[in-house]
């Protein structure tokens, strides 16, 4: 964080500051001396002007007691506290000064050194450090670039543990100072969103997404703006993997979808375990690019939308892309553009462009569905080219050729709308036109959905709507 060209106070209690080390978002920490000891500290002041003087009260009580627990941790991967002082109204934590670089600075200096950075190695070792904490029972909160110090000789220390987030007082609107930004979400997890309970695994969470940024340049659900950002980590997209097998990084995919899990539960059971598998990945050796982990079973997109992608030349014709983007974006949304753009440098050929774009996509329902929805070729833009989930097509474009009637046609797209959005009207018209049977025209359509329960409460909607059509 660039530190703000402010006045350096003559005096921090008995510290005498020597330079800004940075400001994040609650205040400033300072590089100073402790002319008793005769040492370098660093001094981070919380500034609580902000708040009502209750409020405040409460905060300084908390920030205490926080900075007693952080005070009982004793690791080489996390800097060590050494007092709390107030500095007028103000609380402010007096801990160790590490010589070295935030890792923020070292992710965004440049692609090159990113990819040099020996990130496994040191996320490693801030999960032995984490690991060490959750034992004690305390967790870190706010686990970021930023917070993780980086010095000359490659060890990595957590910054900032106990150290109250002022977000915690005032029901989750997290106070700045007068001009300073409020950094993006991009390291939260879910359940730091609504008011559900945060503990060792948001922590765990937050080492995923971090490493996520180490290997592909980018957090895993950045969104545009803080808001789209949040509406990912809320909604029930996983992670896309498609920039991390892009990156060459594919043996970390499994670590990743674990670690970046929505639901706590799905994640790692410890920073241990974590970190086992994190050096197990960072040994194996990538996979073939050919290889994707999970074959899928559906039809191979036609050789006609494939004579549109000169193979193996990495230059794509751009209409093709936007109709891969537009189909893609029924599932992940505007990060589609980014994704297909990605995954296009990345393939030598559309199959496997098309393969990459699928394994970004968590169940083989919506696999099979991305794939299919290529398969159809140019009929795919007029009905994709705007998504309106939750609004059931109501008219077909085009009759099928089979002998399933219109009427079937237009009540099974509404049926299936109901569950897999706008996507439903290509695929029961293809259902249709594919059909050898009624029943296997219905059969094809369940087959569309993973979980039983919707499989379940489909069929019954098309016994019910459907299946009276079909006579
Ligand atoms: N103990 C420390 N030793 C050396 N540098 C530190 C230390 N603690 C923090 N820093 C530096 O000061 C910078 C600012 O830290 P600060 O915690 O105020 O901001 P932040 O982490 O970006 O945001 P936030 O307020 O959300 O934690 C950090 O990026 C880091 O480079
Ligand atoms: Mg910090």
């Not at 950045?222 to 789209?228: N, Q, V, W």
């Not at 929805?373 to 009905?383: F, H, K, M, Q, V």
């Not at 993973?450 to 069929?459: D, I, V, Y």
């Amino acid at each position: 964080m660039a530190a703000k060209a402010e006045p350096l106070p003559a005096a921090i209690g008995r510290y005498r500051p020597l330079a800004v080390l940075g400001s994040g978002g609650m205040g400033t920490v300072y590089r100073a001396h402790d002319p008793v000891i005769d040492r370098t500290v660093a001094i981070k002041v919380v500034r609580t002007e902000a708040l009502e003087s209750g409020a405040r009260a409460e905060y300084l009580d908390r920030f205490r007691l926080e900075a007693q627990a952080a005070g009982r941790c004793s690791h080489p991967a996390i800097v060590a506290v050494f007092d709390v002082i107030r500095v007028g109204a103000d609380p402010a934590i007096v801990m160790e000064f590490v010589a070295g670089r935030a890792l923020s600075d070292l992710l965004h200096a440049g692609p090159a050194a990113r990819a040099a950075l020996p990130i496994a190695d040191l996320l490693g070792q801030v999960l032995e450090g984490l690991g060490y904490a959750h034992q004690l029972g305390i967790t870190h909160r706010d686990i970021k670039p930023a917070n993780i110090i980086v010095t000359d000789a490659g060890r990595a220390k957590i910054a900032d543990f106990g150290i109250a987030r002022l977000t915690d007082l005032t029901g989750g609107h997290t106070l700045t100072q007068a001009g300073a930004m409020l950094g993006t979400p991009s390291y939260m997890a879910p359940e730091q969103i609504g008011e559900a309970p945060v503990d060792y695994r948001t922590d765990l969470f937050a080492v995923g997404a971090i490493l996520y940024e180490a290997l592909t340049g980018r957090p895993p659900f950045a969104g545009r703006s803080a808001l789209e950002t949040i509406q990912r980590l809320a909604g029930p997209d996983p992670a896309s993997m498609v920039a991390v097998e892009a990156a060459g990084a594919g043996a970390f995919v499994p670590v990743l979808q674990q670690a970046l899990a929505k639901t706590p539960a799905r994640r790692f059971p410890s920073a241990s375990a974590f970190a086992a598998a994190l050096a197990a990945a960072s040994r194996s050796p990538p996979p073939p690019a050919e290889e994707p982990p999970t074959r899928i079973v559906t039809p191979r997109p036609p050789t006609v939308t494939d004579a549109t992608l000169p193979p193996g030349t990495g230059r794509w014709d751009p209409r093709t892309l936007a109709k891969v983007e537009r189909a893609l974006a029924q599932y992940v949304g505007p990060l589609a553009r980014v994704v297909v753009a990605e995954a296009a440098r990345q393939s030598p050929d559309a199959d496997s462009l098309y393969q990459a774009l699928a394994r970004t996509l968590q169940t083989t329902a919506d696999r099979s569905a991305f794939l299919r929805s290529l398969a159809t070729g140019t009929r795919l833009e007029p009905t994709l080219g705007t998504p309106q989930t939750g609004s059931p097509p109501t008219a077909v474009t085009a009759p099928p050729s089979t002998a399933i009637p219109a009427a079937a046609v237009t009540a099974a797209q509404a049926a299936l709308a109901q569950f897999m959005g706008p996507i439903a009207r290509v695929l029961v018209r293809q259902a249709a036109e594919q059909a050898t049977s009624p029943a296997d025209f219905i059969d094809r359509l369940c087959g569309h959905l993973a979980k039983p329960e919707e499989t379940a409460a489909l069929r019954r909607r098309l016994r019910a709507e459907v299946e009276p059509r079909l006579r």
